[in-house]
């Protein structure tokens, strides 16, 4: 298989519209749903040593133990969550029409939506395409997936076991560059989901608008953690640095910037540099720390730094602290961007006006937790926040002061595996939401349907309005 080869975009249509015939011929029942599920589950797993491969193969380096977490744990853990409730979940579900209507009933049915277009990134190359697959499959519709073009290997690996899985007509898998992406998004889709740069959503939304098709955009932002007077700084610091440096902070919901009280920010800093040096050790070819996906990425967190440097502001490197010429080098053309903490950066610096998604941690502090809301809400409303609190009336009071897409308390990113939880964002960090039975009801169209009874007293509202008629009604609008 060429890994290279783009679908030319005269054949997207082409391909929706086969994938779309085939649905409607023949919609998918709980049975074929099931049976669909189970086989992906068993083609996933027995696949899992080849996606290693090819994950690794397109970062240049990750670890094969956060391949296992971010990727197949959490995609077998969506499959077995809609393998045991979607029996649950596709019943009609009950719902009350008012004594009004008395005697009529009324019910709630998930009804599949068609072809779901899926606009999948580089981050998290396999899981963030299969994790809203499942639900589209699930739900009862087609799907036509986009992987991204800078993990061509792991594009290459899921076309191939997806078509292993599916019949072409059922589940197909577009490959390519900026160009076909843009293609794909202006297709008419039933439904579209993105998950991306706010950036890129705002085009995907454009493209997707003439034909007025539904989208979920799952984006990003500037994630804070807030670290309260009261919440022990080790504890916080090894915390934060789980969802920092996980994936070297290419994480939408990764850890952004840190707020923390200013009688302890040197205490967390050295905290901070402590986990690093523990985790990582020696800097020269970290067997457990990921590259940076390419070359302008790495341009682009490079001129971060040098962003904070050129402004007079502390930039602490505690893996790489000495090293010559000769090591930045090596490390610049293995894409290996050592960790970094940036000391209360100004509100122009580039690390706070940008969302950094790479291993760099502004660290802040402020005087009273007010400040550190208030400092938050001048910001974009983020996908993820971190509050670090034992005291629950400061977790209240942060949470009430504050809107984010999800939130994980005295820990980072562990909501996004909670299945039972909705996934998405707010605004600018994202529309809609996925994950379990809330991807199965974003990809469904929840059909209301009124029952009515043979007789009912509603037949006799009808003109003309009087006498006994007019004292109905006027007695029904009280």
């Not at 979607?86 to 209507?101: E, I, N, S, Y």
């Amino acid at each position: 298989m060429d890994i290279t080869a783009d679908t030319p975009t005269e054949q997207l249509e082409s391909t929706r519209l086969r994938l779309r015939a085939a649905w409607q011929a023949r919609k998918p029942d709980l049975a074929q749903r099931r049976a669909d599920l189970v086989r992906l589950r068993e083609a996933f797993r027995a696949a899992i040593p080849a996606m290693d491969v090819a994950i690794r193969g397109d970062f240049g380096h990750r670890s094969e133990h956060e391949n296992l977490v971010s990727e197949a744990m959490v995609t077998l853990a969506e499959i077995d969550q809609a393998l045991g409730n979607l029996r649950r979940w596709t019943r009609p579900r009950r719902a009350a029409v008012g004594w009004r209507f008395w005697p009529a009933r009324a019910e709630v049915r998930p009804e599949p939506v068609g072809v779901v277009g899926i606009l999948a990134p580089w981050n998290y190359p396999v899981n963030l395409a299969l994790v809203p697959l499942v639900s589209a499959i699930a739900a009862g519709n087609h799907v036509y997936l986009k992987p991204s073009e800078h993990t061509p290997r792991t594009s290459a690996w899921l076309r191939e076991l997806l078509s292993s899985v599916f019949p072409s007509d059922r589940v197909a898998v577009a490959l390519g560059g900026p160009e076909v992406g843009a293609a794909f998004s202006a297709l008419r889709f039933d439904h579209l989901l993105f998950t991306g740069s706010t950036a890129v959503g705002r085009k995907v939304m454009a493209a997707a608008a003439p034909n007025l098709t539904p989208v979920t955009l799952e984006l990003g932002g500037k994630a804070p953690a807030i670290v309260c007077a009261d919440f022990p700084i080790e504890l916080a610091a090894a915390r934060i640095a789980s969802g920092k440096w996980f994936n070297a902070g290419q994480t939408c919901i990764g850890v952004d910037y840190v707020l923390v009280d200013a009688a302890r920010r040197d205490q967390l800093l050295e905290a901070l540099q402590a986990q690093l040096r523990a985790r990582y050790g020696d800097f020269s070819s970290p067997r457990d720390y990921t590259r940076i996906i390419n070359d302008a990425q790495y341009a682009r967190l490079s001129g971060y730094l040098d962003d904070a440097r050129m402004r007079g502001v502390q930039v602490i490197e505690p893996l790489t602290a000495g090293e010559d010429d000769a090591a930045r080098a090596r490390r610049a053309n293995e894409r290996l961007f050592a960790p970094a903490l940036v000391v209360d950066p100004g509100a122009d610096s580039k690390v706070m006006q940008e969302e950094i998604f790479g291993p760099i941690l502004p660290v802040l502090s402020y005087d009273h937790l007010d400040e550190a809301i208030a400092r938050i809400n001048t910001l974009d409303r983020p996908l993820a926040l971190y509050p670090f609190s034992s005291n629950r009336g400061d977790i209240e009071r942060i949470l009430a002061g504050t809107l984010a897409g999800g939130v994980t308390v005295n820990d980072t990113l562990l909501h996004f595996g909670a299945h039972g939880l909705p996934f998405g964002g707010i605004g600018p960090s994202g529309i809609g939401a996925i994950h379990g039975r809330f991807g199965f009801d974003t990809f469904s169209k929840l059909l209301p349907v009124f029952h009515q009874r043979r007789w009912t007293a509603t037949d006799l509202i009808k003109p003309p309005y009087r006498g006994k008629i007019d004292r109905l009604v006027r007695w029904l609008a009280k």
